[in-house]
């Protein structure tokens, strides 16, 4: 047993228990230091792989894999749950929401994904998947007296519990076949004993299990309502860390037991990928709520992550993981623009309320437009390079025309980042947004992201050498 | 003098870190500084501009033209992979650079007084869009060039969707989705061969010169590749059919973005013919070269007659500006001495006469808010020094001898010529037609009786507005007689792509 190299998983899983009892047992409201003491958990537990040297190899008896790539998930899982954190304070204030249990599920929902980018079985898979979840639906329900939220949270449940269903299925079908829930067993046999159909039987009901997870159509109908539904800031962090750690998940699942298969996997994916790009552009043109909107433009992104998974190889883990990393700053960016959306009347989320942004807050209108236009794929924003890295392999290796469906596809989803920029700039008379108090957490995190987006590009891909390693990692 | 300066990085950037600062002085302003800074944003934009024009034009000063090698050069690692970060110029890009300094810096200037609101903002989206304008012609990458020609899109569709017409919002849409469409293909080429350039070499590289250069692609590929790079060409260009956002765009646009659309804009797509398609692929330029010239002729032909039926004096030019890229085209791909020697000095000659046109529209724009050319008439008494300016500037958008817009299309027929004399009949159509639609806006605009009694009271031009169109008709004129001045400086440059292309196809 090795114990060193899971330590920071069970330090945060007694953290985040300790905390829980602190709140329990306290009189009075204890939000705001757990809240405190969860973001310096989260940065700890982002920083501690890295920095430490980046030890890795197996732990737990071979249930996990501590290696470059989890460790690279994790720093970027762990400080998009602080800034979640971060940016969830003046909200939930302001909408007497502030209970302790909000840090305490971030921390859980946060461990969860740290076991599911290490999994190295079967189990580890399902236990990692199900502890982040659980956490999941309970935020989601999170402001229980409002008929919405409560709604999300449980349409949330009951199909994150078929998926769930799905996914062990497939899972009892593959240790059927193959003898092993240990990715390194199964891949043995696949190798050895060549594949059945059984065990393309059960990838495909993992694959779909995951699929559900990172809201890939046609799994994707539960997205949309449960962003609608879910406090902004439960949104917020929906649409990044969770989406990162299953797409990781799945990148582990199809290099690691199914790598011999992957002509089997990568149809599967190019459907998932297609699907996700042409629903998520086309559904989200005639939203008009900006959560929902985000909704289907995170399903159309995982469609685009999909693609350099689809290609396979060392070179399309590195792009999807240099993708998703630009995705989840661009969209924690954007939620923390959406978070200030708050006017005399209390909170607002129609599109329409940004008409004359760029005339009463020019900062925010000014970094909502790059953000856009980041996530539109256009150049010089770092959305930009989150594309061209992404489908390089892609076209490289004889999938020119899924990157030309994308492509167009990203042309579709234009319009509607493009509506934002026009309701701002182009349109009058909408009202004054009440700037929160804590506006630190808001210009911190908007500014952290701008200069990613707006300077980086001309410098170099920072990450880029690090991800390097983190997808050599894998194989 | 520059040998140890960056200098294209330089001019490059200098506008986009200024405008990034005024933004972020906007942030930390308060309401009154705001006021101010609303005054001085014109100035520190004027100031700006100014610089970088005459760097360009000290650019030019020590640019060899003996040489067809890129100049100026400077490399830096960028995002790896191959990808670099190169910029220089060669005879083909570094005289579009200096239109770029110079237009700009005219825009700027007209915008003083014709622009009202959020000021501010309109100078740091000018200030941007040099930037990325003047990227795409240095740029010596394909993933950088690809990076600055789609920005583009961004301060522009800003600027003709906050500052532009009624009809702005849709104006803007249309030209966005419509050029970004035609750049996804371009980009999925990109890729493509960004993959196989990585087999070929045993090492990736988007580096323009070597791709150009030394890579040798199948003929097979050049024809998909090469309709990929169309597509986003021929939309900005733009060529018939795919012309159509040009008129909404031009028409709703603000003046001084109309001067950009036409002046530059539209330029990017010959200059990206001729640093891609016909060095690139060089087979299918060949074998796809009478699609061009059919789109061409059709485009001089069908949108002058379209030209001469419009209501509105904006959408006139617009198409005019259509039919006249139709040369460009059909010079760029006879590939003959002539013919891209006059393709080139076409562009540069049309951005400053369509420019040219657009300033006088706005002058006029600017007095009584309107571009429907049945409103006006006989302003020659009102206005006898706009009557003048108009003139010319009409003239030389018919290609009389004299201006730059006669040497640019005399010679893009003389290079057609050579190649098939059909073709050379049915552009020499368009410029017997360009006469009829000019004149027409001429004659309606500024002869004839003065029926509208809003007209009674019009200025003529001030003093800002008659620098700006003097500046213009001065080089109009000045290339219109000594036209060595581009073409000296193009020339072993076009020599060096026609030997090269020759070599190619086998025709030497």
């Known amino acids: ?475 | 003098m520059f040998d140890d300066v960056p200098i294209l990085s330089i001019i490059t950037f200098i506008p986009l870190i200024v405008a990034l600062f005024l933004i972020f002085i906007t942030h930390i302003s308060g309401e009154d500084a705001l006021e101010q800074l609303e005054k001085n944003a014109p100035r520190v934009a004027l100031i700006v501009t100014t610089v970088v024009f005459i760097l360009s034009l000290l650019l030019v000063l020590n640019f060899d033209p003996s040489t067809a090698d890129y100049q100026f050069t400077e490399t830096f690692t960028w995002i790896g992979g191959g990808i670099e970060y190169r910029m220089g110029v060669d005879g083909i890009s570094m005289l579009f650079v200096v239109l770029t300094a110079f237009l700009t810096l005219l825009c700027i200037f007209a915008s003083q007084s014709s622009i009202k609101s959020r000021m501010i903002e309109y100078m740091v989206a000018f200030l941007i869009l040099e930037t990325f304008m003047i990227g795409v012609f240095c740029a010596l990458d394909l993933i950088l060039f690809y990076l600055f020609f789609e920005a583009v899109l961004i301060p522009m569709f800003i600027i003709i969707g906050v500052w532009g017409g009624k009809n702005r919002v849709y104006a803007s849409y249309k030209f966005f989705l419509y050029t970004l469409l035609g750049s996804v293909l371009m980009l999925a080429a990109v890729l493509w061969i960004y993959g196989y350039a990585a087999q070929e070499f045993d090492r990736p590289t988007t580096n323009i010169e070597t791709l150009s250069n030394e890579l040798d692609l199948p003929v097979g590929a050049q024809t998909w590749l090469w309709l990929a790079f169309f597509a986003s060409f021929a939309v900005k260009m733009p060529m018939w059919p795919v012309h159509t956002w040009l008129p909404d765009a031009h028409v709703e646009a603000p003046t001084a973005g109309s001067v950009i659309l036409a002046g530059i804009l539209l330029k990017l797509g010959g200059y990206g013919f001729l640093r891609f398609s016909v060095p690139m692929f060089p087979d299918a330029s060949v074998s796809l070269a009478p699609l061009i010239f059919w789109m061409s002729i059709i485009a001089i032909i069908y949108t002058s007659l379209v030209a001469y039926r419009q209501k509105d004096i904006k959408k006139l030019i617009a198409y005019s500006s259509v039919a006249h890229m139709g040369f460009v085209t059909m010079g760029i791909f006879v590939v003959n001495m002539q013919g891209i020697q006059g393709a080139i000095f076409q562009m540069l000659s049309h951005g400053l006469i369509s420019a040219a046109l657009f300033f006088c529209v706005g002058v006029i724009y600017d007095r009584m808010h309107t571009r429907d050319i049945a409103f006006y008439g006989g302003l020659v008494k009102a206005m006898p020094v706009y009557a003048f300016f108009m003139m010319l500037f009409t003239m030389a958008n018919v290609g009389l001898p004299g201006t730059s817009g006669f040497i640019g299309e005399i010679l893009t027929m003389i290079g057609a010529f050579q190649y098939n004399s059909w073709i050379a009949a049915g552009a020499a159509t368009g410029m017997i037609l360009s006469a009829v639609y000019a004149l027409h806006l001429y004659r309606a605009v500024i002869f004839g009786e003065q029926s509208n009694d809003k007209l009674d009271n019009i200025e003529d031009m001030k003093r800002h507005e008659i620098a700006v169109l003097a500046s213009l008709a001065v080089m109009v004129i000045v290339l219109g007689v000594y036209p060595s001045l581009i073409t000296d400086i193009t020339a072993v440059s076009v020599e060096n792509l026609i030997n090269r292309f020759n070599v190619a196809t086998g025709q030497e």
């Open chain 1, 1 to 475: 047993m090795n114990y060193q190299l899971i330590l920071p998983e069970i330090l945060l899983a007694l953290c985040a228990s300790f905390l829980l009892g602190i709140g329990v047992s306290k009189k009075g409201n204890r939000a705001p230091v757990i809240r405190n003491v969860a973001i310096a958990l989260l940065v700890i537990y982002a920083l501690v792989g890295p920095v430490l040297g980046g030890r890795s190899g197996p732990a737990a008896n071979g249930m996990l894999m501590i290696d470059a790539y989890a460790h690279y998930l994790k720093f970027f899982l762990g400080l998009s749950g602080a800034a979640a954190l971060l940016l969830s304070k003046s909200y939930l204030k302001t909408e007497k929401l502030d209970h302790f249990e909000f840090s305490v599920l971030l921390l859980y929902a946060v461990l969860g994904m740290g076991v599911m980018v290490s999994a190295n079985n079967m189990l580890a898979l399902y236990i990692g998947i199900e502890l982040q979840s659980l956490a999941l639906y309970v935020m989601a329900a999170f402001n229980r007296d409002s008929l919405r939220a409560s709604e999300a949270g449980l349409k949330y449940f009951v199909l994150g519990a078929i998926s769930s269903g799905l996914l062990l299925y497939g899972i009892t079908l593959v240790y059927g076949f193959t003898g092993s829930v240990d990715f390194d067993g199964i891949a043995a046999a696949v190798a050895s004993n060549g594949y059945s159909s059984g065990v393309i039987a059960g990838m495909v009901f993992i694959l779909c299990g995951l699929a559900f997870k990172i809201s890939a159509a046609p799994f994707h109908m539960w997205t949309p309502d449960v962003y609608e539904g879910s406090p902004a800031p439960v949104t917020a962090f929906f649409a990044s860390a969770p989406k990162l750690a299953a797409i990781a998940l799945m990148a582990r699942v199809i290099i690691g037991p199914f790598d011999g298969i992957m002509d089997q996997w990568q149809s599967v994916i190019i459907v998932l990928a297609l699907l996700s790009m042409f629903v998520g552009a086309v559904g989200a043109l005639m939203q008009t709520n900006i959560k929902r909107l985000m909704a289907y433009s995170s399903i159309a992104n995982m469609g685009y992550a999909l693609v350099p998974l689809a290609s396979g190889g060392e070179e399309g883990v590195r792009g999807m993981l240099i993708f998703m990393t630009i995705y989840i700053i661009s969209i924690t960016g954007i939620f923390a623009c959406i978070l200030q959306m708050r006017n005399r009347d209390g909170v607002v989320e129609q599109i329409s309320d940004l008409s004359g942004l760029s005339r009463t807050n020019r900062g925010m209108a000014f970094s909502l437009t790059a953000l856009m236009f980041s996530l539109m794929g256009i150049p010089p924003l770092l959305g930009f390079f989150g594309k061209l890295f992404a489908f390089w392999h892609a076209a490289s290796v004889g999938l020119v025309w899924l990157v030309v469906a994308a492509l167009i596809a990203s042309v579709i989803g234009a319009f509607y980042y493009l509506r934002i920029v026009k309701i701002m700039w182009m349109d009058e008379g909408g009202r004054e947004f009440i700037a929160p108090p804590a506006s630190l957490a808001w210009t911190s995190t908007v500014s952290v992201a701008m200069v990613f987006l707006t300077i980086i590009p001309f410098i170099a891909i920072p990450a880029r050498g690090w991800v390097e390693q983190a997808s050599t990692s894998l194989f």
